[in-house]
């Protein structure tokens, strides 16, 4: 039973370019959260998909997109990339229906804005 | 926002029982409080989650205040693999409202051999 895989593990990218990073969620879920986690900070939620809408979003700006897919996976997609950007990027995935149980996470997308 | 409270590190001598307390004494009545852990360079590991009554599996129990305003981690004997930042989370397991967890800062368990 696969877990949440995320794709690249390590990118790297120069100011003012634009990324995509793309989860698979853990099999039988359908909903996707999307994280950023500074260096010695906790994990910041982005934004979270279901039935290929975005359901929730946390306070960041328009730079950051994202989308799901009918087969559930989702990309998120950071446009006009800033120093600040960097951090590590986390996926993770739930079943909408049973809200009370936890997310998993996948190992993330380390990302480094030069 | 983060609605519990940590201490920022702890210490624990190999093979002793951890106790990693949380208080989150604004909690309401619906939120739940979840536990996950992060080792260095991976993503959050669930460990436990409760409502009000207290929890065990094979990993960890959780204990639950009767006023439900502070809980304890408790990992029985704990070994250095388990050296890793541990986030207490509470929130309102609804779909409809949002179910996106809101992590504090964590604290960082160090086992000492």
């Known amino acids: 039973d696969a877990g949440v895989t995320q794709s690249p593990t390590h990118l790297i990218k120069t100011r003012g370019q634009q990324v995509t990073l793309r989860c698979s969620p853990k099999?039988?879920?359908?909903?996707v959260s999307w994280y950023q986690q500074a260096l010695g900070q906790g994990p910041q939620f982005i934004f979270q998909?279901?039935?290929?809408?975005?359901?929730q979003r946390g306070n960041f700006p328009d730079r950051f997109s994202g989308h799901q897919f009918p087969n559930y996976s989702s990309e998120l997609n950071v446009n006009a990339l800033l120093l600040g950007d960097s951090a590590l990027y986390l996926c993770?995935?739930?079943?909408?229906?049973?809200?009370?149980?936890?997310?998993?996470f996948g190992d993330g997308t380390r990302l480094s804005i030069l | 926002d983060a609605k519990t409270t940590q201490p920022t590190s702890m210490d624990c001598a190999e093979g002793r029982a951890a106790n990693l307390p949380c208080n989150h004494s604004t909690i309401s009545g619906n939120e739940y409080v979840y536990w996950y852990r992060q080792i260095h360079s991976q993503g959050p590991q669930y460990i436990i989650h409760g409502l009000k009554n207290n929890e065990t599996n094979e990993m960890a129990s959780l204990i639950i205040t009767e006023d439900r305003k502070s809980s304890t981690l408790i990992l029985p004997h704990a070994t250095l693999r388990d050296t890793a930042v541990y986030y207490c989370i509470v929130r309102v397991a609804d779909a409809n409202t949002g179910n996106q967890f809101y992590f504090g800062t964590g604290t960082s368990l160090t086992v000492i051999p």
């Open positions: 099999s039988g879920h359908d909903t």
């Open positions: 993770a995935s739930s079943l909408w229906r049973r809200s009370n149980q936890p997310q998993h």
């Open positions: 998909y279901y039935e290929e809408e975005e359901r």
